[in-house]
């Protein structure tokens, strides 16, 4: 061809010869653009969850006094939808609604540690079975597929979970990671699949509080650090835009940045998130970038929501969807063939997390310009002339009321049985839990099995303790003991007989070391909630630091009659009953803890202390035995050793076990 065009020229003139050459190129770059057009191959899906990040708090959204560059970049490539919600405050279930499709009350992931139930389909596992690479990349531990949310990896080729044992007792790496941390290691595995499509999840943790951004946000933003937060996570995004755009990956895909819920920043008295269901933690931005930038700068105003969007991805991928979805496809609302839809759909919001400090759960309806809120004092707005929620005109016989309600009943009705099983936490998850600022209860999921919870009290009525509660454990988390400790008096100055301040102001003095404090306050918990397997626990240890073995015994015994599977409450158990002379059910609680953690070594040496103390030595050096090969220089297993031995009448092995002891012994010394 190209030869054929050079003849010409030869025989044309100079004018003809330009006007070939033009020819040329623009049937060359039509070339070009052909293989640069879309493929026929799906394209590469990426999701970025921006945690606690209130749509009114990014700058494309209206917020003036604030830069965030990538996110109104991305929707000027994209789809911005103006009133997107998620349909819960907490981040295990809401991330869990994004990437199933699902309500919280269909996906039973209603609290942290839930697992997720195989029978749901996820997004992950959807795309991995059309050929996807599939990753997650989180943010927080608070989405770790090994404690806090199991059974969210499935579906994943990797998931980025935090190292099992922390390298440090700094909050990063332990508990969180920063967004371009997130972002630099997802990056580093689509370097190692280059080959696509890819599935991506990348999930920001910033904006969540403590409010701690990075320097120069730190600076920038020192009298709004939440926004100083957004605005890093928004350097983040900004980084792996950028990333995929150096790769060439950015055009074909399909970019997804979501909130997972808003903050209350103090709106309704509520400083966080997790407990209310107003706007303020809600409303959350979306931005959805389309393949070949379809729909550039195009904002979708209707009312959606976050279970919207895997529908959504399904449609464009053309995979045919699971049996169930709660969400529906945002595809009518865009100008793609004849008018587009307007209408808004119904938004349902639910949250138990308030039924962990026992206090009762809400539900919500959010449509055509009303929201309705169900709880043991109900409330009702009209969000055209109250965007802000603030009068409550709630009226039981009002038309619009009754049809919200009945909204509510009808989708209860539709709802699966609530799974049984709970989720149960280790101690060490629970320790994480407060780290993070959550309320954590060894017995999670008893809170769920309330009878009525309309004859718990209104959260509306508690959430200044809450705010309380919150800023203690953070306190707490950051060793600054006697700040949590003025607050937590705070509370029980509000209502002395708050159980969670009394537990928690127990927790701290246990910690102090000062054990008549916390048991008494652990006491009166108790009383006040008899139920509380983890206050029973602690009271246990106090009472056993005091030195009343008989009372250290009950408040173990309880906490484990509560939740059987406490490995260091058997551990301390065990020990006492040692301290009472009981070897027979020292014994018991030895091998119970065992049966939890075969592996455990501590149990283990406890087990043959407790042997060698009721004089059945050949069970003694049977448990022994192994211990000597993993702690080869831990003296007084030789010492026990050879005592089993004596015991025995196994008088060469007793001395050769002696001889091991003494010589370490005297290694050990200085
Ligand atoms: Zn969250």
Request: glycine share 8%.
């Amino acid at each position: 061809m190209v030869a054929m065009l050079c003849s010409r020229v030869s025989l044309s003139g100079m004018q003809a010869a330009k006007r070939l050459i033009i020819l040329w190129v623009m049937w060359a770059a039509s070339l070009s653009a052909q293989s640069a057009q879309p493929s026929t191959s799906q394209p590469d899906v990426f999701l970025v969850t921006i945690d606690t990040i209130r749509a009114d708090h990014v700058h494309c959204y209206g917020y003036g006094p604030i830069q965030t560059p990538a996110l109104d970049g991305l929707a000027k490539d994209g789809v911005l939808f103006a009133q997107a919600f998620t349909p819960s405050p907490i981040t295990n279930a809401s991330h869990t609604s994004i990437l199933t499709g699902l309500l919280p009350s269909t996906h039973g992931v209603t609290d942290f540690a839930v697992r997720l139930a195989s029978t749901f389909p996820v997004w992950a596992d959807l795309l991995k079975k059309q050929g996807y690479h599939t990753g997650a990349f989180i943010g927080s531990v608070i989405l770790d597929s090994q404690n806090f949310a199991p059974g969210l990896d499935r579906g994943f080729d990797f998931y980025d979970n935090f190292p099992k044992v922390a390298q440090n007792k700094s909050r990063w790496g332990r508990l969180e990671r920063r967004g371009r941390d997130v972002a630099q290691h997802a990056e580093t595995w689509l370097n190692t699949h280059p080959a696509g499509p890819h599935f991506a999840w990348v999930h920001f943790y910033d904006p969540h509080d403590p409010y701690d951004p990075p320097p120069p946000y730190s600076q920038i933003y020192k009298d709004r650090l939440y926004d100083g937060e957004i605005v890093y996570a928004d350097s983040a995004l900004a980084d792996f835009l950028a990333y995929l755009k150096k790769k060439g990956w950015y055009e074909n895909s399909i970019v997804i940045v979501v909130g997972d819920h808003g903050e209350g920043l103090g709106e309704h008295h509520e400083e966080t998130h997790g407990i209310f269901l107003y706007d303020s933690t809600m409303h959350v931005p979306l931005i959805i970038k389309f393949r070949g930038q379809r729909q550039a700068g195009r904002v979708v105003e209707a009312q959606v929501r976050t279970t919207d969007i895997l529908p959504t991805v399904i449609e464009l991928l053309k995979i045919s969807p699971p049996k169930r979805l709660d969400g529906e496809s945002l595809i009518p609302y865009l100008a793609l063939a004849g008018t587009p839809e307007t209408t808004g759909r119904t938004v349902f919001g639910e949250t138990d997390y308030p039924m962990r400090f026992g206090w009762a759960p809400l539900r919500s309806v959010r449509g055509e310009g009303f929201k309705f809120i169900e709880a043991p004092r109900p409330e009702f707005y009209d969000l055209r002339s109250d965007p802000r929620e603030l009068t409550n005109n709630y009226a039981p016989w009002d038309e619009t009321v009754q049809k919200f309600r009945a909204l509510l009943s009808d989708l209860r009705s539709k709802m699966p049985p609530r799974p049984t099983s709970a989720g149960a936490v280790s101690t060490s998850t629970i320790d994480e839990l407060k780290a993070l600022g959550y309320l954590g209860r060894a017995d999670a999921g008893s809170s769920t099995n309330v009878p009525e919870p309309s004859l718990l009290p209104d959260p509306k009525d508690k959430i200044e303790e809450q705010n309380l509660l919150h800023k203690a454990m953070i306190a707490t988390e950051d060793g600054r003991s006697s700040e949590a400790r003025a607050v937590l008096e705070k509370v029980l100055e509000l209502d002395p007989k708050t159980p969670t301040a009394l537990r928690q102001l127990g927790e701290l003095e246990l910690h102090a070391g000062d054990y008549a404090k916390a048991a008494e306050h652990l006491k009166h918990a108790r009383e006040i909630r008899p139920d509380d397997a983890m206050a029973a626990f602690y009271e246990g240890q106090a009472l056993n630091g005091e030195g009343d073995l008989a009372g250290a015994r009950e408040a173990l015994e309880a906490s484990l009659k509560l939740t059987s599977k406490q490995f260091p409450a058997r551990l301390l158990l065990g020990q006492v009953y040692l301290g009472l002379k009981d070897t027979k059910a020292a014994e018991d609680q030895f091998e119970a803890a065992l049966l939890m953690q075969p592996q455990n070594e501590e149990a283990r040496l406890w087990l043959a202390r407790t042997q060698m103390a009721s004089g059945t030595f050949a069970e003694a050096l049977r448990q022994l035995e192994p211990l000597t090969k993993s702690q080869p220089d831990n003296a007084e297993i030789f010492e026990l050793l050879a005592q089993g031995y004596s015991g025995l009448g196994k008088k060469a092995e007793a001395e050769r076990a002696e001889g091991r002891a003494r010589t370490l012994r005297k290694n050990r010394q200085p």
